[in-house]
């Protein structure tokens, strides 16, 4: 049986030319693995970074492609470590515009919205999978408030009021790659060492009915 | 007429025998001043660092003092501003053990609690008025998952329990104070603008019945 | 006997409005110590940030005052601990312009000068010294290819070459002072504490001989 | 003719299990490319990390292999950037024990040798050309204390009073690998980056007969 995963990325954005996200899954699509006798087939989608509009183009991607696990990927410029997130936060507060030129301030995504959702991925077991691959990974515990978490809190909106029987979704946070930070004093992950992280994040998710024990939380 | 502030800090972990919450908060204990007529009381209390106790320490506090505001505080080791935090996680998982040696690994704080809370503080009229008096500061938009996420939580869900009546309560992580980082390569802010800082918190706390606009968010 | 220590510290650049060695020094001004049966004077001198012409006023200074130590003070945004500087390069190569509008790139200070001079204060001492004094403080090795650099290699060269009587000279870069920081996430010290620091270090550098052993060094 | 280029990495040290400047130096060996005519080969040597046994072991392999250029490679944990020094310094400053057990304090190098060398490698426009190659680099103004700057500094004293006919050396620091970060909270470069850049930078000194014009100075 044809298995399908879901993976997103971002059109760059804050005047950057790339966007590593776009660049990583863009790589994977159409990629195929074997699992317990299924095919699982890797589709990519890129999103816009735009509030609203991106949760707009992820349902549509939804429904054409219907998923059994999505994982929406974003660029975490300063970041040293492929980073699954655990919460998602009913939460806009932009610092800078979104690519359409909104700045929403201290808004919530969805009215009368829970608080926060969970990751619905097995966010450990793809941390000590990428670990065990050689690649720097740990947990993530905020998305931020800019439009990584929208769409992450409207995945997780969408899987828990109209999409109950997808098993899985999340958010995984990615570094610069290396080409953006040649002059600048930034940290960055090979597009390789990152595509190669997200495949196992995404065989993760489909082999993983659970999580695992790992110590990765933070004091702060 | 009186009016109380509850002031928590905690007692040192990790094997520091010093902690900065616990020094800042103690040398507000009795200050008071004035606001519409009312004379406002700082109260400090000290918290256990050990989940599940803290809370218990806390509700004591709240039962004794009936503050009208509770501001939790902790240390955050490497942050470099004064540090409200906009929300709590119903989640433990520690790095490290507590002072009581549990060391819970994502463990629910409040069995069936909500996902989250909202800090009732006005954390971004915090924030512009530490900054407006000189003191560095931002918002923080995670607590971590160790007994400062777990107090912040417990206090919360307190509020929202059994304790409608007390008009706000939130969590606020300062740095280290410098004599902890004599020898070390890390951030710190001194004693005494901690201590300001925490004054215009209580004072911003009671002062303002909603937060402000402020550009505050982050990508991440 | 009275005995003078020259201290400066620079006037702001890049934009900014403050530098804190000219706010710390200023601080210092006139300030005495009593030091076996001498009387220490200290004084303080603003410095332009501008390559070369910052060397004279240093040298007018020297003419002036006749100390038996110099302190050169500069600001070292990013770092969070008092730093004495171990070592003065060849080397003016500068990333932005000065406040003259020069911005020389690879040129020597001193044509046919040593590539490089050391400090002649007891850099180990004053680290020590601070440190017992709750100061967060290390020996830096590097003084950057600017302004600061610049004028630690013409006072080195200065009194290697005219003024071999004057007992020590060298430099100490301090961190921002917070109100440079209230938006920005940058460590900083207290105005209070970096002065506290610098008089530790005139009084250690009048007081002490030789430098001390003391384990400070780096892989890098 | 037949040119060489002799590559040096560094054994492991404090505790680690692998040292990149090892990995990416071996990976060199016998490469060859062609330059105006003649054939260039490099040449790798893996050096003890120990005071002067390194530099004992360097001027073995400068003996045998008959060099144009040197290139000693270190490991700076922590470093984001292919980093080119600019400078050696005549100091040994150990803050861990190297890896026969010594840590010298505050010891020079060679006894009367000049305070510091310049690199005599085009580091600015080696710089630029792994920027051309999309690498992240920068020129760094301080090599520390330790082996690395040890070996750099010995390197350099030893082509200016013994080997006056080769052309060129230096040192260039490189960042960990991915594997070294795997569970820590610090940056890395990917092994075929590090090879790919030291490659160009011995491409670049065996090119070029002076530097370039390029702005990566710094103010500290």
């Known amino acids: 049986m044809r298995k399908f995963v879901l993976l997103t990325g971002f059109e760059p954005f804050a005047g950057d030319i790339v966007n590593p996200s776009m660049e990583a899954t863009r790589c994977l699509q159409g990629k195929t693995f074997e699992l317990n006798g299924d095919e699982v087939v890797l589709q990519a989608v890129a999103i816009p970074t735009e509030f609203h509009r991106s949760i707009e183009i992820l349902q549509q991607a939804i429904e054409d492609i219907h998923p059994e696990i999505v994982i929406c990927v974003g660029q975490a410029g300063g970041r040293m470590h492929m980073t699954p997130e655990k919460i998602a936060i009913n939460l806009d507060d932009a610092r800078i515009p979104d690519n359409a030129g909104q700045q929403p301030i201290d808004r919530p ?112």
Chains 1, 2, 3, 4 share one sequence.
């Open 109 to 220: 995504i969805v009215e009368n919205g829970p608080t926060a959702y969970w990751s619905s991925l097995p966010v450990k077991a793809m941390v000590q999978a990428m670990r065990d691959a050689g690649i720097p990974s740990s947990v993530s515990y905020s998305a931020g408030t800019y439009v990584c978490n929208h769409l992450f809190y409207g995945l997780m909106h969408l899987l828990a009021t109209q999409y109950p029987h997808i098993r899985g979704g999340g958010f995984v946070h990615i570094p610069f790659l290396p080409e953006q930070t040649v002059q600048r004093s930034e940290p960055s992950m090979s597009l390789e060492m990152i595509v190669q992280g997200l495949e196992i994040c995404a065989r993760t998710a489909m082999a993983e009915k659970k999580d695992i024990f790992l110590v990765t939380g933070t004091e702060q």
